[in-house]
């Protein structure tokens, strides 16, 4: 059984930064892509970032490039999202993703956790 559970989100000020943590279990992590999404109030959700199963690859989207960096710990089997310069315009519950597909880079995901909220104050 595939289990997500996001940390790290809280109340910032704009140009602070944030880690979001991302554990899992029921998938190991170099077989898996990972992606971080997020959902602010009254929009769709968004991807934000991913990292591939092979050769630890990442995707972002193009609001956060730059600022944002997905990393991953194997050990620990942990993804992270490490948030800098961060903006009141990524205020949003973070969503962590694992899909039940391995080795596919592009996956769709079927697995979510519940979100960790981030607010960003100008």
């Known amino acids: 059984q595939v289990h997500v559970v996001e940390s790290g989100g809280g109340l910032v000020q704009a140009g602070d930064s944030l880690r979001l943590s991302c554990a899992v279990s029921?998938?190991?992590?170099?077989?898996?892509?990972m992606g971080w999404f997020r959902q602010a109030p009254g929009k769709a959700r968004e991807f934000v970032a991913a990292i591939t199963w092979s050769r630890v690859r990442t995707q972002y989207a193009d609001f956060v490039k730059g600022r944002f960096t997905v990393s991953r710990d194997g050990a620990k089997n942990t993804v992270y999202l490490q948030m800098n310069s961060l903006k009141p315009e990524d205020t949003a519950v973070y969503y962590c993703a694992a899909p039940h597909t391995a080795y596919i880079d592009y996956p769709s995901y079927d697995y979510w956790g519940q979100g960790t909220q981030v607010t960003v104050s100008s």
């Open positions: 029921g998938r190991t992590l170099s077989s898996y892509t």
